[in-house]
C-alpha cells in the first residue's frame, strides 16, 4: 500500500468539489470564523510559488478553526479591473474582457491543485457587472453624503440643505472652501447651478480640478507610487503633471477617526506606524503674511507651522511650484529661472521629491513681511514643499530645520542665529536687535507654552488661527483608461447628475480601441453613444471594488442590496485578514473609511472592517546567472592577447568569475584556469595580458540543478546561445546565484504546478509553511522540499506497509505513546492559534519520529494525529481516515482535547553521586520518600559496586535535584 499522492490527492478534490464540502451557510448555531485572503489580480502569469504563502496560512486557520467547531466563511475572488489588463490589451490586441477571463480560468486551476478550501460558490470579480453594480450603488452614497463635523459622521445630503434652507452654511462650514460663507437667504438665492457647485464641496464623493501624473502612453493618470524618476513603473513610459477634472473621496474628513480606529484592531505596530504616518496629524498655526512683490497682485502669503514661536528665526519663505498664485510673486528679472524651475518640477512625482536629496529651488523676487518684527524676507520655490500639504506654503527656519538650513547654506541665504551672542558674525547686526526686542515676551518660556503664547498673539492680532492639519489628501478616485467601473453619473449643462438606482449596472460598453480620449479624457470618450449621453468618461480605480469586496462574500447572489443586514451582521467583522504590506496606505485604508462610512449610513453595524491583520512575507528568488565574455584585451605591444571567434558566446563558469572583482579576469588567470581549453582562446604563454569583462546574464532557474546548469537546455532557451562555448570546472558549469524578488523578468519563478505533480500538495503547503515564520521574507530553495516528501512518506508509513498493507490495531496506548500524542495537541494548537505554522510542522516531524521509535500502531492515537495534521495536509489525512475505518469526512472531525494528565511527568531520572561524584543515573518516581529513594539506590547494582559491600554513612536526596551517597 504506497502513498500514491496524485490518485489520492485528484480523487479527494473531486470528492470534496462535488459533496460541496466548502460551501458554507449564513444561518448556523456555531461561532462565526471569517477568514479572508487579500484577493490576486489574475495576471496572465499565473502564480508563482510566491503567491500562495498567504493563503497557505489562511487556508491552514480555516481548517483549524473548522475543526475547533466554527463556522468558517473562507471565500476567494478576483480583483479583476486595473490598467495591467487594458495595457497587454494594447500589447496583444485582446480584449481585456477576454485575457481577464482566460487568466482567471488558469489561477483557478492552479488554486484547485493546491487544494484549498475556499467557498467558490461565493467568488466574486470586480469586473463582473452583478458585482460593480453595487461598486457604483456604494458610490452613489458617496455622492450623495456629507461628513457632519459636528457628529463626526456621514450623512445623507438632504441633512445638510434642509440645514442650508434654515441657517445657511454657519454650523457647516465648507471642507472644499474654507472662506465661503452663506445665509439661508443666500442659499434661497442661488440657482441650482450654483447650489449644486456648493454641495460638490461638500460631497464625499466630489469632483474637482487637480494636478495629476499624466502619462500620455498609458494614456491614465497614475498615482504617485506608480511613478518613478519621471516615468511610469510599468512601461517606463514619460509622466508629466497635468491639470484633469478627478473625481476624489474626501478621506480627510474621516482623519481622526482612522487613527482612533487604529486602537480597536490587531494590526502590527509597523502597520499601525505606516497609516498614522500617512495621515499625519499635526497641531500649529496658519498664519498670513503681507506680502511685497513687483507686481503687487498678491497681498497676503499664508502659512501653515507646527512651531509658530519659531517665527522670529525665520530667514525665506518656501512655496510649492504647482499652487496657481506662483505666477503673481515673480518678478521680470526672475521670469525665465522660475518658467525652467517650474518645467523641471512638472516631470516629477511627490514621492519622488519628498525622497530626493538634491536641493532644488528658484527666487521669485518677492518678499514676504514678517508680522512680528518687520523683516523683509524672500519667497523662494522649491519642489521639496507639496501643494497638497498645509498651504503649499512654509516659513524656513534654518536654525532649527536641518533641511532649511541645508538650502539656506546652498543658496548663501543669510541664517538668523539668536541663540547666544553671534549672528552672522556681525554683533551690531540691528537685524538682531529688533528680533531681540520684539522676541521678548518668549524668554524663559518652555517650548509648549511659547507655542501657546504665540498662538494667541496670532489670534489676537487676526492674522492667522490655530489649527489641526493631515498630511494625507483626499484620494483620487478616477482613472481616463477603459478597464475599470464607469461612474452612474451624467453631466447636465455642467452639473453632475447621480443615475437612478435603477439605472444600475452601468455597464462597462465594448470597445475595440482604448486609445485616450480628446485632452486627456479616457477611452469612454471616443465612443458617440457614450458621450451622447452625457455620460462620465472616466472610470473608477483599481481600489474601488476592492474597498468592500469582504462585503459582497456574505451574501453574494443578492440582487436586491450590495449585503442584507442579517447577513452582514452574522458575519461582522472579518476575523483574520492576510496579504502584503504594499497596501499599507492604499487598499486598507480607502476600505476602512468605505467602511465607516457604509457604517455612518446605517447599512453596517461595524466601522472597521478586518479586527485582525497578518501580513505574509515574500519567498523570494533565488536566481541564477551565467558569465558571459564580453570584451578582450590587448598586450603591452598591441598584438592579440585573447583572439575569440565574436560570433560565439563563450560563458565562463561562476566559480571562476567569483574569484574576481568586478567581473574582470586578466588573461594569465584565465589561462591558468581553463587549462585544456586554453587553445580555444589562442593565448601565448608567458605574455601579459590585460583584462577581459565578463557580465552576468540572468538564466531560467528551471534548467538549473542547484547551481549546475543543464547545458542542453540553456542553449534550447535562447537561439542566440546554440553554438556557445563554456569554460567549465570539473566538467560542470556552476551558476552565480543572487536572492531577489521572485519576477518573471528575473527568470527566477517556479511554477507550484510543477511542484505539485513532483511531489504532491500537501508536500509543497507543508513546505511553503516550514520555510519560516509566515511573516518574514525567505528565499526559495527547491532541494529543501525533497525532505519534507520524505515526512510524509514516513507519517504514511506509520499506517501501512507498501508489502503488507494497512498496519492500524485497535488497542490501548501506552502511557508514553499518550505523552507524545498530548504533547503534540498543545503544541499545535497554540503553533496555529498565532500562526507559528513553521514550528508546528517540525511539531509534526518529531511527533512521527517518536512515534516511529516507539513502533506506534494504535487507532487511538494515530487517529488523533491524522486530524491535527489535516489542515496542514488535508488529502493524505482524508485518505487514511477513510483506510482505517471513519465514514465520515475528516473535515468534520473534533480537534483532539488536550488533557494535561497525559504529559505530567511521574518520575524523574536522577544523578546519583558517590562521595560527589556522579556514578549512576536512576529513575525515581517523584512522590518518592527518603526511605524509597535509599532503598531504590542501595538495589542498583553500578552504587553497590561502589559501595564494595560497605554501608552508607548518609545518603542525601534533594528532590527534583540529585542524590549523593556518601560513604
Not at 508629466?240 to 473625481?247: F, N, P, S, T, Y
Not at 453595524?605 to 551565467?626: A, C, H, T, W
Request: aromatic residues 12%; proline residues 5%; negative net charge.
Amino acid at each position: 500500500m504506497e502513498y500514491n499522492f496524485r490518485r489520492i490527492e485528484k480523487e479527494w478534490q473531486a470528492a470534496w468539489q462535488s459533496a460541496g464540502a466548502y460551501q458554507v451557510s449564513n444561518d448556523s448555531s456555531k461561532p462565526k470564523a471569517y477568514v479572508l485572503d487579500m484577493f490576486p489580480y489574475p495576471s496572465g502569469a499565473g502564480l508563482h510559488v510566491g503567491h500562495p504563502l498567504g493563503y497557505i496560512a489562511s487556508d491552514i486557520y480555516s481548517r483549524f478553526k473548522r475543526l475547533k467547531g466554527f463556522n468558517v466563511l473562507h471565500p476567494m475572488g478576483y480583483d479583476a479591473f486595473g490598467l495591467p489588463a487594458e495595457q497587454y490589451a494594447i500589447e496583444n490586441g485582446v480584449h481585456p474582457a477576454v485575457s481577464t477571463e482566460k487568466n482567471i480560468a488558469t489561477f483557478r486551476k492552479q488554486l484547485d491543485n493546491i487544494g484549498f478550501c475556499y467557498d467558490w460558490s461565493r467568488e466574486v470579480r470586480t469586473s463582473d457587472p452583478k458585482y460593480y453594480r453595487w461598486t457604483q450603488w456604494i458610490f452613489l452614497q458617496l455622492f450623495q453624503s456629507f461628513f457632519n463635523r459636528q457628529k463626526g459622521k456621514a450623512e445623507p445630503l438632504t441633512e445638510l440643505t434642509a440645514a442650508f434652507e434654515s441657517e445657511g452654511n454657519s454650523s457647516h462650514p465648507s471642507p472644499g472652501n474654507p472662506s465661503l460663507q452663506f445665509s439661508a437667504a443666500d442659499w434661497k438665492s442661488y440657482d441650482n447651478s450654483r447650489q449644486q457647485e456648493i454641495l460638490m464641496d461638500y460631497r464625499l464623493a466630489y469632483c474637482g480640478y487637480g494636478e495629476v501624473n499624466w502619462c500620455e502612453a498609458l494614456g491614465t493618470v497614475l498615482a504617485n507610487d506608480e511613478v518613478i524618476n519621471g516615468v511610469s513603473e510599468r512601461g517606463g513610459f514619460p509622466v508629466v503633471k497635468k491639470k484633469l477634472r478627478q473625481w476624489y473621496l474626501r478621506i480627510t474628513e474621516y482623519a481622526d477617526r482612522l487613527l482612533s480606529g487604529l486602537e480597536q484592531i490587531e494590526f502590527s505596530d509597523a502597520m499601525k506606524e505606516m497609516q498614522s504616518n500617512w495621515i499625519g496629524k499635526s497641531f500649529g498655526a496658519e498664519m498670513d503674511f503681507a506680502v511685497k512683490s513687483e507686481q503687487n497682485l498678491m497681498k497676503t502669503l499664508r502659512v501653515y507651522t507646527t512651531r509658530p514661536d519659531t517665527i522670529f528665526g525665520v530667514d525665506f519663505m518656501v512655496v510649492a511650484p504647482e499652487m496657481e498664485w506662483v505666477p503673481q510673486l515673480v518678478a521680470a528679472a526672475q521670469s525665465e529661472a522660475v518658467e525652467t524651475y517650474l518645467a523641471y518640477v512638472k516631470s516629477r512625482s511627490d514621492r519622488e521629491r519628498m525622497a530626493e536629496k538634491k536641493i532644488t529651488g528658484v527666487f521669485t523676487g518677492a518678499y514676504a513681511i514678517n508680522p512680528f518684527d518687520g523683516r523683509e524676507i524672500p519667497i523662494w520655490i522649491s519642489e521639496y514643499v507639496l501643494a497638497g500639504y498645509g498651504t503649499g506654503a512654509i516659513m524656513a527656519v534654518p536654525c532649527g530645520d536641518e533641511r532649511d538650513f541645508k538650502f539656506a547654506r546652498h543658496f548663501n541665504i543669510p541664517v538668523t542665529n539668536i541663540i547666544g551672542d553671534a549672528f552672522d558674525g556681525n554683533e551690531a547686526n540691528p537685524t538682531k536687535d529688533a528680533i531681540l526686542e520684539n522676541s521678548g515676551f518668549l524668554n524663559g518660556l518652555q517650548m509648549r507654552k511659547a507655542i501657546d503664547v504665540v498662538n494667541d498673539k496670532v489670534e489676537a492680532l487676526g492674522i492667522g488661527r490655530k489649527k489641526v492639519n493631515f498630511k494625507m489628501r483626499d484620494a483620487a478616485f478616477s482613472r481616463q483608461r477603459y478597464w475599470g467601473e464607469p461612474f452612474p453619473v451624467q453631466w447636465k449643462s455642467g452639473v453632475a447628475v447621480p443615475l437612478p438606482e435603477s439605472a444600475l449596472p452601468l455597464e462597462l460598453p465594448y470597445v475595440e480601441s482604448y486609445k485616450p480620449g480628446p485632452d486627456g479624457e479616457g477611452p469612454l470618450a471616443n465612443i458617440p453613444e457614450w458621450v451622447a449621453r452625457e455620460l462620465e468618461t472616466n472610470t473608477m480605480p483599481g481600489y474601488a471594488g476592492s474597498s468592500w469586496y469582504f462585503l459582497r462574500y456574505m451574501d453574494p447572489h443578492n440582487d436586491q442590496e450590495f449585503c442584507s443586514r442579517k447577513a452582514s451582521d452574522y458575519w461582522n467583522q472579518v476575523d483574520l485578514y492576510i496579504g502584503g504590506t504594499e497596501h499599507a496606505v492604499g487598499h486598507l485604508l480607502y476600505s476602512r473609511m468605505w467602511t465607516k462610512a457604509l457604517y455612518d449610513l446605517g447599512h453596517i453595524g461595524f466601522d472597521e472592517p478586518y479586527r485582525k491583520l497578518v501580513n505574509q512575507g515574500m519567498i523570494q528568488g533565488s536566481s541564477r546567472f551565467v558569465y558571459r565574455v564580453d570584451s578582450m584585451g590587448r598586450n603591452d605591444d598591441g598584438s592579440a592577447g585573447i583572439v575569440v571567434n565574436t560570433s560565439t558566446p563563450v560563458f565562463i563558469s561562476g566559480h571562476y568569475y567569483q574569484k574576481f572583482v568586478s567581473g574582470e579576469i586578466t588573461g594569465k588567470e584565465l589561462a591558468l584556469l581553463v587549462n585544456e581549453q586554453i587553445a580555444f582562446f589562442n593565448l601565448e604563454e608567458n605574455s601579459d595580458f590585460s583584462t577581459i569583462t565578463v557580465t552576468p546574464i540572468h538564466v531560467d532557474v528551471n534548467i538549473v540543478d542547484g547551481y549546475e546548469l543543464d547545458i542542453e537546455k540553456f542553449k534550447k532557451w535562447r537561439t542566440e546561445y546554440q553554438s556557445a562555448v563554456f569554460i567549465l570546472e570539473e566538467g560542470k558549469y556552476i551558476c552565480g546565484s543572487l536572492t531577489e524578488k521572485m519576477s518573471k523578468r528575473l527568470y527566477n519563478t517556479v511554477n507550484p504546478d510543477d511542484l505539485v505533480d513532483k511531489y504532491g500538495a500537501d508536500t509543497f503547503r507543508m513546505y511553503e509553511m516550514f520555510l519560516g515564520p509566515v511573516e518574514m521574507s525567505k528565499p526559495w530553495d527547491t532541494k529543501g522540499i525533497e525532505g519534507v516528501h520524505r515526512f510524509l512518506k514516513k507519517f504514511w508509513r506509520l499506517f501501512a506497509d507498501e508489502e503488507k498493507g494497512l498496519q492500524v490495531v485497535d488497542q490501548p496506548a501506552t502511557p508514553t505513546e499518550l505523552k507524545v500524542l498530548h504533547r503534540t495537541i498543545r503544541k499545535i494548537e497554540e503553533d496555529t492559534e498565532r500562526f507559528s505554522f513553521n514550528t508546528a510542522v517540525s511539531t509534526f516531524m518529531i511527533c512521527t519520529n517518536e512515534l516511529s521509535d516507539l513502533k506506534c500502531r494504535k487507532k487511538g492515537i494515530l487517529e488523533q494525529v491524522l486530524i491535527l495534521l489535516t489542515p496542514y495536509a488535508p488529502h493524505v489525512c482524508e485518505e487514511l481516515w477513510k483506510q482505517i475505518g471513519n465514514t465520515g469526512s475528516i473535515l468534520d472531525a473534533a480537534f483532539p482535547v488536550f488533557e494535561e494528565q497525559y504529559v505530567r511527568e511521574s518520575a524523574k531520572a536522577y544523578p546519583v553521586a558517590i562521595n560527589g561524584k556522579t556514578r549512576a543515573e536512576i529513575t525515581i518516581s517523584l512522590d518518592a520518600s527518603q526511605q524509597d529513594v535509599e532503598s531504590i539506590i542501595m538495589a542498583d547494582e553500578t552504587v553497590a559496586k561502589w559501595l564494595e559491600g560497605r554501608a552508607p554513612k548518609k545518603v542525601i536526596y534533594v528532590k527534583n535535584k540529585m542524590i549523593n551517597v556518601v560513604i
